[in-house]
């Protein structure tokens, strides 16, 4: 593991189940994790985290409950 840096850079990083996190900008971003481009203090790296990661619901259940919604009120894609 790593200790927290409040003073170093870090990544907005984000997995395929469109979770996002931050990540030390001098690591390797994890298997499974892609950056998303912006970086910064850690303080601005949860900010913007806050900001853009507004449902924490993993991608797959989202998709599951549209599917689920749409199956309910018998409205499928056209």
């Not at 997995?15 to 994890?30: A, K, M, T």
Request: one cysteine or more; glycine letters at 8%; proline letters at 5%.
């Amino acid at each position: 593991m790593f200790q927290d840096d409040d003073e170093g850079l870090y990544d907005v990083v984000i997995n395929g189940e469109e979770q996002y996190s931050i990540w030390p900008r001098l690591r390797e971003v994890p298997a499974g994790w892609t950056a998303t481009g912006f970086s910064g203090s850690k303080e601005a790296c949860v900010a913007h985290v806050d900001e853009v990661w507004t449902d924490m619901r993993p991608l797959s259940l989202r998709r599951a409950m549209a599917q689920d919604a749409e199956a309910a009120t018998g409205a499928g894609p056209r």
